[in-house]
């Protein structure tokens, strides 16, 4: 009963077996390989568009060489509050960036309020040297608390961002999640709503070690191949994320996961909103569940083996919990059973 | 018939299929796991000391951050002009450190002299604000044209950086090789010698991404983890890289591996020396050999198949070649075939 | 009627003079010469304890470097959401940091709410290496809205920085004018609260550019010498610096020169009291007023060539303005004469 | 009798009354004063070209943000192996560069020799990420040990950096000395032999501390005013630095004062050549003399008063000292006096 994160997960028996079959014979190193070439090929393809993507080994370095690759100096970027970048990455992204700043945006369900994203960017006016420049602002999807950008919320945040010139970059560490839950194309969910730079995380969603860095528009990023290196991203054998990735795409195998992963959420979130016990916090639609449950059934759960991390009540609903509650968040993966889910829910829902 | 670079080989079957078994289940995260506990004490006894260790993901990253773990404001680190961290990282090194300075030492046969390490730190006074400080001495072990410094020659190097109170550094990535060469314990060649942090390389000797920062001080690498989390390596599945370093030392597989590439190299030198058409550029002991060929025989392979890299004259030898003459650089691997060899030679040695 | 800044003004004369007087002769340069060794000893004198002065150019290198000096990897610095270092230093902290973390904690008043403070903290329990790790806090006396911390409320936010083992910093960009507004002594308002690291500003209180950077635990400042001529900010001609903090004691100069801009600054607060056609935004106690008044007035101040800046209106007190009024800021300086003052209220408060 | 350095001399009497002038009154702040504006213009006139022109404290801040306006990720800057940015600044150009390297070049009497600039850019081939990209060429003018390139020399080291579409910056902490001992025009010495960007000193030549960064393409200056800001380098009382320019310019008074340093250390290469008990290292032409003294003679000098650096003895003239000699560096400014001149030639020339 492992709901801790996705990340507590293996890799799926498909990646793991393509990476296998890979690791005889000889390639060039460093990302030249025909096999790192065929599955940037395949990205372009899934995002039916041109695309410059760099392979790189974490979600952290992703999100960070993003920004990195459109600072400047006194630069700031904007992100949620509860972002990613600011609440998980120990400042990698201000030192990937060159000392940037990280600026908090606020906004309900862990999603960007365009409204104060407008009037934060509006504290940096052009040529205010004392204030600093704005560079780049980011979104999460799937949210770091299980929401979704539906795409017309995309849309309103890149409508921002063209208006200030600024490039508009997605962490996708759930990408795929994201997707399926809205049910849209890669294309639909980036750049058609005028998303410029994507962090594409595969780990979370099955495999090992494999994300990738997808810039829409490939003259941005002609510092990114120096940037990377640099940053110690650039591995030798590459194509041992390439072969990751090639099994991923095969035969929508990545969709396929991440719609067991949101299906074992549904499942979750079904067994909680039956329950007189425990109840879903909020409303998710991807592979985290957060739920109010009391102590004793925490307890009894945690017993019985199940692992989830304990969760901070927001700030915006301060009155959440009553006396012998607690604040659960439960992720789901690829590698979720239904038996696993079904003992959970007998433990917290009863 | 590559000899290009040992990174050009996937990973070992072995290796690889222990990363494939550990696919399953589930386990927790950011290197916490019981699997992670226990490569980390294998490292213990590998070396007969008590270590710090962190998995990374490439050899820049691991030199980098040992680097990095040791820097101070105007801090100055001292290599081999060749060394990797010099000629080969992007930069990575200072941008780890803050901006840290290397300092490039000479020294014959890819090897630092000592009476020019100490004339160069001799440059940095203490105290000296306008010129900085130094901060450590890093040596490559095995060096970057083949060669491996003597268990006496390490010891050498290390009186230098113990009278100056600086941390001394192995760039390991070529560590098996270097070891089995010398027929010396792990712990012989590190800080039995005065070595204080170890790059130790799996990558090259046949892991897929393999790379561990060893500390014999653990005492010194107490902000290491937050470094590491920082620069982007500290991986959510870090288990895929101890799975990984699990079966490299069983039953001393790394060894074995180590000395099948040096042998490739052995016979590689061999029929060269006993050619009239080729000879050894200089002499060397690992897995790497420089040969001086005629350019018609380097054709000839190149059109057979060959894969190797050109190499450039170094300064203290102008007169190497002879107008028909290339040097070129043969890196042999865990994955080099006997038959391989002998097809190689053929074309160079005739 | 210049009421923009405090730093619009010049030098005071007797500043000017001695600066002028010291232009002849010679004396060794960066910082080792007889004038700068008895001006750092002036300091431990006005401080009644043992200090480490470093002069720098600006009040950001001073905050910046104070906050540099003590950073570490994932470092976080606390301040107020409105502090200088955070608004209005297009990111310099966080640049000499090596890309540390400036984190905002509320607080009525410009002054860092003690609660908000422990409970920012909190977000970073120690080894939390996901999240970063706390190297200081840093608060501005005077603030940036004029008012000042109480001694006790000084030691209340040194309470909390002692039980988390953190460097307490002081920007002291106005310390003269917190200081004779509080009526205290250097050592008071320092160390005996727990102050660790204080920039000592001089340019906003008559001299043309002298900052000090002063540390009362020398011990802890042993890298800044390295530090500060990373970054530039060792003058060759050091005197030019010492001079003017020479002529800035002597006699006590600079307690008679914030006394004086205070003094200006209560007659304005005097007169706006007084009027039916302006008030006191809030109250302030240092050099700095801020008004609310109609805009028609204000508009007839400017054309009478009266210079001070538009201000936006806190968050927290949103309904400050009617329709027709506006607030400004009033900086009151050494050189503002009571003429000025006059004529300003005669202006804005009729 | 202080031979020292040129910066332990104060400030020009003109200069110095200059700036005292300035200090009453009222002006805006952060370099937007008329005085600043008027100053900029003057830099126009100077150089008989459009410029973009920005004060800064330090010489080696004017060089660090040279090259970092200019720089990228993995970049590297070209200088002499005696350069001032590599041998005297604490890695601050490394450090305001994001971590970027500055690579030794050679060349005979402190000044790089073309061959060896292009063999040591080679080494960095377009889409080299192992090693990383050039960026900039920086050349020292008039050099650290006191010659000066001619205007040919110039252009040809402009003429590999234009090949190489690299800006060609030139370090002028001594332009005053260099462009008198040439007796060329600003123009000539810089944009018309190809420089792009100078660090124009006027504190050695009789300022107080008046350094300004010149652009000769406006255009690739734009981040300037931030990444002056960032590093703590913008003052708020500006007009402080232009008002030294101002006198340092009216009626080419800088040019008298070079004129005055140059002329002097004349005095000194007259005397020390005609001697039998001393005789010049090498041939220089600005104000830095290098003479080879008896170890007698200069402690006599040193006993009577007399200040100057022991210096090191070149490399690539090892011979250079009999056994009871010394290399000393002579240092004139605006400062020095007959009288010093004739007493020191009295103690070492005999």
Chains 1, 2, 3, 4 share one sequence.
């Not at 940037?227 to 194509?239: G, I, V």
Request: glycine share 8%.
């Amino acid at each position: 009963m492992f709901f801790a994160s996705d990340n507590w997960a293996g890799a799926h028996p498909l990646i793991a077996e393509r990476l296998f079959q890979e690791s005889g014979g000889f390639a060039s190193a460093y990302g030249t390989s025909d096999l790192d070439r065929k599955v940037e090929a395949h990205f372009r393809d899934v995002f039916q568009h041109d695309v410059a993507v760099f392979f790189v080994g974490t979600g952290t370095a992703a999100n960070s060489l993003a920004l990195a690759s459109v600072t400047r100096p006194g630069g700031v970027s904007f992100c949620h509050d509860e972002a990613h970048v600011m609440a998980d990455e120990c400042g990698a992204p201000e030192f990937f960036s060159g000392a940037a700043r990280l600026v908090a945006v606020g906004g309900a369900h862990g999603k960007i309020d365009p409204a104060d994203l407008k009037a934060k960017i509006g504290r940096f006016p052009p040529g205010a040297v004392h204030q600093g420049q704005p560079t780049a602002v980011t979104i999460t999807q799937a949210s770091e608390i299980g929401t979704v950008y539906s795409l017309d919320e995309i849309e309103a945040i890149a409508e921002i961002t063209r208006a200030h010139s600024l490039p508009l970059h997605m962490d996708g560490a759930r990408f795929a999640n994201a997707l399926v839950s809205l049910d849209a194309t890669p294309a639909d969910m980036t750049w058609k709503r005028g998303v410029d730079i994507l962090s594409f995380g595969g780990t979370k969603n099955g495999c090992w070690c494999a994300e990738a860095l997808v810039f829409f528009k490939p003259e941005i990023a002609k510092e990114v191949p120096f940037l990377r290196k640099r940053s110690a991203q650039l591995f030798s054998k590459s194509r041992f994320i390439a072969a990751q990735f090639d099994a991923y795409f095969k035969g929508g195998l990545w969709l396929d996961l991440a719609r067991h992963a949101n299906g074992m959420a549904d499942e979750l979130r079904a067994g909680l909103s039956a329950s007189n016990r425990a109840r879903l916090a909020w409303d998710t639609v991807s592979n985290e569940v957060f739920a109010v449950v009391t102590k004793d059934a925490a307890k009894t759960a945690e017993e019985r083996g199940a692992k989830f991390y304990d969760w901070p009540v927001p700030a915006e609903t301060p009155d959440l919990l009553g006396d012998n509650d607690m604040l659960i968040r439960l992720v789901t993966s690829f590698a979720t059973s239904k038996d696993d889910v079904d003992g959970l829910l007998a433990c917290l829902a009863g």
